[in-house]
């Protein structure tokens, strides 16, 4: 694919349910970073990825959020027992070394 | 830690008229790159122009122009000729450059809303 891809584009979730989102960069990106962004505000770091190791997770709200990536690639990044504030969108974005970020169109994340 | 601060409230522009969008930043790193992205209703981030700290030229990328001054901190986009599809959210962002060529997490500003009048 040309861009980055992420699934679902909108997820409407039970409080206390556990979400995966998944996002698929652009091949051969090696950085592959997380951002959620509250109604209207800005971009909040998460974490991102060098390969498949993450050297920065600071932005990781609780132990309830966590990421894996596998094979330089997908990503997944995994809500356990969702709470109303976690109700957002979720940006994915991959990039080569140095370079822009390129965005997905994000995962719209509603908990009810 | 890096810091960007983006405070102007949502502008306002006349079709055709230039606007320059205001962001300054803080960090201790001496190596750094500058983003400003375009986020239409749509949600989409579009990447518009980047400028690197050590850069001796001010970026432009067709109509936007940064008008980059270090010694300010200060990094404002600059729209000429607005169109109405330039009505967007727009943020500005910075990262640091690791000379090891590792990469870095990219900081956004708050953004800054900027309509454009017909």
């Known amino acids: 694919g040309a861009g980055v891809s992420q699934s679902p584009s909108n997820k409407v979730t039970e409080k206390g349910k556990d979400v995966e989102l998944r996002c698929d960069p652009i091949?051969?990106?090696?950085?592959l970073y997380w951002y959620r962004q509250r109604l209207g505000q800005g971009l909040e770091f998460l974490i991102y990825f060098q390969g498949n190791s993450a050297p920065d997770k600071s932005g990781l709200p609780s132990d309830r959020f966590s990421a894996e990536r596998t094979g330089e690639s997908v990503s997944t990044l995994t809500i356990q027992r969702t709470q109303q504030e976690d109700s957002a969108v979720y940006l994915c974005?991959?990039?080569?070394?140095?370079?822009?970020?390129?965005f997905g169109n994000g995962t719209r994340l509603t908990v009810t | 830690a890096q810091k960007i601060t983006q405070t102007q409230p949502g502008m306002f522009v006349q079709e055709k008229e230039a606007v320059t969008l205001d962001c300054t930043y803080d960090t201790s790193d001496p190596s750094y790159g500058l983003f400003w992205y375009k986020q239409p209703s749509s949600g989409e981030m579009i990447f518009l122009i980047y400028?690197?700290?050590?850069?001796?030229q001010n970026a432009t990328e067709g109509r936007y122009s940064l008008n980059f001054q270090k010694a300010r901190k200060s990094a404002n986009l600059v729209i000429s000729a607005s169109q109405l599809g330039d009505s967007a959210m727009y943020f500005c962002a910075m990262r640091e450059l690791i000379r090891t060529g590792a990469n870095s997490k990219l900081t956004f500003g708050k953004g800054i809303t900027l309509s454009v009048r017909p």
């Open positions: 974005a991959s990039s080569p070394t140095h370079s822009p970020l390129h």
């Open positions: 091949s051969g990106h090696t950085a």
């Open positions: 400028q690197g700290s050590y850069d001796q």
